[in-house]
């Protein structure tokens, strides 16, 4: 997604269009030479947006709200997920989630093929770190397994690497529109070639507080096995997401990767995972040389076979690395071979064998930073990777009261520079329902996180991965002096 730095006050007003706001308040002239620190302010109102989750008869789609208690809020405000039009809202009947306090979970559920994209609110002590994670159920055909996502807050560019329209994937980008006046989007796709010839994508108009989905075959009618799905908004802000569905391995949500960047990081990939496939893109029109390194337990060690890639500009490049983990956590680690180009980059990732696998996407993200939140966790089906894949870090975890009982439980880990941990996870003393997992960096280096969600089948590999990203639950507000000589300029 395109973050813009921008001034005080217009970084304040995009704040609140977007993420939150923090009151701003300027204080008495002191002198030239008494300037703090800037100020860390909670978000006073965050917006998300999730996708219509299935059109399958057969999905079980449920809706979990989570709002980390932050320091410097008070008790008023409220945070509520509903259907973004009237026409929609008239099949809910009523909010779909509609939280009562921060630091408790709460879990909405809806059935079959009903669903809508939906628009959530949160304003006030609800909003610092609000997350929704939408999880589904499809019990069999093309997409069976599950499908995970956390809702997006809007914004007005997004990179997908990783999509497909090679036989056998059916892939659709989702768009959510939730202000009053509709979006204008264009959509472009990017193969081994270079950009995928299409007129279809240019100017799609989303309605206000509407959506729309668009099939990826019907924007080209070239088979690519590796795409790069590039979403600009020319015209207000969307929220998107990519959702991949298999016939023969399942189906899971592509989340937007992180900016490009000649540095990424791929957090999570499951221990047991049977296939891992690769997917980069570099925007700009220079070549770029990557080393790639598996953080391990152990350390960090080069893929036989795969120590360098190489990708070539405006195009999108895929590499088989096979059972790359065997059978120990892992999260991939690029960094420039020479010089520095910034690519976008996402893991396409298998688990099983024969009729029963299912696949997911780990996209490259953004590390924890000061607080990032998984909400929708399930006692024996959750798996928290922890990498470090610079200096060795200290972070808190902690696991929220259940949606229907039980009470908080913290755990502190450390993680040397260079690996990848799989941690135990701190449960719910007592829990019923699901829970939310926050995690915290405490000390030193940059931490990346992902949360794996599998199925309650034994026997089926089904399961999800989200990767942890700072929930941008506070706003850094610099200290200022009042300086009235600006009136006469």
Known sequence: MK?????????????????????VTTPAATGPDTAEPAARLPVERTSLLCPVPSTSDLAETSYTSFTPVTKGTDDKGGAVLEAGTAEDAKKTGKPVVQPKAPGTPVTGRISGA????????????????????????????????????????????FWFPGASTATGRTDYVHLTNPDDSAAVVDIELYGEDGAVKSTVGEGITVPPHGSESLLLSTLSDVEQTDLTVHVGVRSG???AAVQALDDKTGGDWLA???????DLVLPGIPKDAT???????????TDADLKVRLASPSGSIAPAGHETVRVKAG??????????????????????????????????VVRGKGGEQESAFIPASDPVGARATAAD?????????????EKAAKVKVTASAGTEGGTTATRTYTIKGGTTQDVEAPVPAGLKGTYALTVETVSGGPVHASRTLTGQDDDVASFTVQTLPDDRGTVSVPNADDDVSVLQR
């Open 3 to 23: 973050r813009t730095t921008l001034s005080l006050f217009a970084g304040a007003t995009a704040l609140a269009a977007i993420t939150g706001f923090a009151a």
């Open 114 to 157: 009903d669903g809508s994209a939906l628009v959530g609110t949160a304003e006030g002590s609800h909003a610092p770190g609000w997350t929704v994670q939408q999880t589904t159920e499809v019990a069999a055909g093309t997409g069976r397994g599950l499908q995970g996502v956390t809702c997006t807050a809007p914004d007005t560019e």
């Open 237 to 239: 802000r969307v929220g």
């Open 256 to 262: 937007a990767a992180a900016d490009p960047a000649s």
């Open 275 to 285: 296939a891992v496939r690769l997917v980069l893109f570099t925007p700009g029109g």
């Open 315 to 348: 195009t999108t490049t895929g590499v088989d690395l096979g059972e790359v983990t065997r059978g120990e956590a892992g999260s991939l680690v690029l960094t420039p071979a020479g010089s520095s180009v910034p690519v976008v980059a996402a893991l396409r």
């Open 377 to 389: 966790n399930r006692a024996k089906s959750t798996t928290l990777s922890l990498t470090a894949p």
